[in-house]
């Protein structure tokens, strides 16, 4: 069993930046690969980034290379999603996922979510 715990989002302005935090308990997060997906209104729940069980391959959706960076620090059992330089269209809830295996960009492919946080860039 493997629980998750988004935190860290909020309301910010256009250009500024923000840091979640995914917190896992249960089984050691070390094993797994983690992912992080966002759902906007009127949109399907989409990739943003994803992470190996070493953080040694990343992967990064197209609209958010070069400003958003994933990382994992597996003695606290924690994944984060730096995001900077933030836009109106990164407005939308952010989910963290696991699965025990390789990264995947596909959210069919994770065991396990968070129960998300919102974020929202105002102009």
């Known amino acids: 069993q493997v629980q998750l715990v988004e935190s860290g989002g909020g309301l910010v302005r256009a250009g500024d930046s923000l840091r979640l935090s995914c917190a896992a308990s249960?089984?050691?997060?070390?094993?797994?690969?983690m992912g992080w997906f966002r759902h906007a209104p009127g949109k399907e729940r989409e990739f943003v980034a994803s992470?190996?069980?070493?953080?040694?391959?990343?992967s990064y959706a197209d609209s958010v290379k070069g400003r958003f960076t994933i990382s994992r620090d597996n003695a606290k059992n924690t994944v984060y999603l730096q995001m900077n330089s933030l836009k109106p269209e990164d407005t939308a809830v952010y989910y963290c996922?696991?699965?025990?295996?390789?990264?995947?960009?596909?959210?069919?492919?994770?065991?396990?979510w968070g129960q998300g946080t919102q974020v929202t860039v105002s102009s």
């Open positions: 996922a696991a699965r025990n295996g390789g990264r995947s960009v596909y959210k069919e492919s994770y065991d396990y």
């Open positions: 249960g089984r050691t997060l070390s094993s797994y690969a």
């Open positions: 992470i190996s069980w070493s953080g040694g391959a990343i």
